[in-house]
């Protein structure tokens, strides 16, 4: 049966110049590169220069990921943008991105903010919508600068979280309706906001008029972080009627490398075939995942055919997964 899917056509990505190390922490905070390599994994991550926005770092992705993809702008008719740290409170990011990226008038244009898990959020709407055949292009970003909502004195999470964008753009194509198929084979989301207190922003426009900052328990948050992620796998695995051991690649939240390792070991998957880049940009919220495809991609780590697997965890708590074949 012939069925609509959505085609990975490009992505792209894009880091801020300044680059922040372990060592450069050290001398801000009491802390020193040992602790944060052994118990985060990361060694460095981009900071964001003053005037550098998240819309900034989300356009120059979003070419790349356009010229990768082989189309012009005006093809792309729905535009959406996961953040947790948009330019402003409103309007949507996206729709100021929108107008600078030339896309046609009246092109739909919406934020989603689901943490960490924005960018699978963000996939599955668009999925849906090209599935639907309301939209035939979508240009799906995932882009933060989290070092505007860090307490840049609070070791505790000044140490884990950096800045970039990542996009992709995704066309409607005919696929047989089997999990042979290539382009998005599933999407899965959940929430649970019974825990939100233990990672949110200590502000907010309706609670202080704030922006706040970043405040974690660390140590609550990684114990949900393992199982949500292995979740993500196995359904979305499941819907897609695939099972573990057809995977070439996952693709985790880049987080923490111990809490990849132990999702890794629980879905029985070798670590080389498991994309890892948190130690280089450190914890990028929505951005992570798109960031870490892009960045294989360039690379020349995938083949054509390959499958994917993609799992999410983040504030909220929310959490999915993605399957796609490339
Ligand atoms: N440098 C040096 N010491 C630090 C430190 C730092 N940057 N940050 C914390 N410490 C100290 C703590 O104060 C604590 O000291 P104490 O025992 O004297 O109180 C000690 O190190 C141990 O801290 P703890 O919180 O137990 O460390 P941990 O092994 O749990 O690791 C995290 C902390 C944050 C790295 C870890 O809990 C984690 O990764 N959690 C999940 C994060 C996550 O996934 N977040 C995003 C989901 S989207």
Known sequence: MTVIRSQLLGTGYKLPAKVLTNDDLSKMVDTNDEWIST????RSRHIAAAGETTGDLSYDAALTAIKNAGIRNEEIDFIIVATITGDNTFP?????????????????AMDVNAACSGFVYATQIADNMIRLGQVKTALVIGAETLSKITDWTDRNTCVL?????????FRATEGEGTPEDTGVLATKIYADGSQY????????????????????????????????LVQGVEESLKIAGLSMNEVDWYIPHQANLR???????KLEID???????????????????PLALAESFEAGKFKKGDLLVISAMGAGFTWGGIVIRI
Do not use: W, Y
């Not at 118990?39 to 990361?42: L, N, P």
């Not at 809490?259 to 070991?265: N, P």
């Open 161 to 169: 979280f950096g800045d970039g964008a990542g996009a992709a753009v």
């Open 92 to 108: 949507a990011t996206a729709a100021k991105l929108a107008q600078k990226l030339g896309l046609k008038p009246g092109t739909p």
């Open 271 to 289: 670590m080389e075939k498991v994309i890892v880049t948190v130690d280089h940009h450190g914890n990028t919220s929505a951005a992570s995942i």
């Open 39 to 42: 118990r985060t994994g990361i």
């Open 197 to 228: 207190e233990h990672l949110c922003s200590d502000g907010g426009v309706s609670v202080n008029q704030k922006a706040g900052f970043i405040h974690m328990d660390g140590k609550e948050v990684f114990k949900v972080a393992i199982p949500s």
């Open 259 to 265: 809490i990849i390792d132990s999702v890794a070991k």
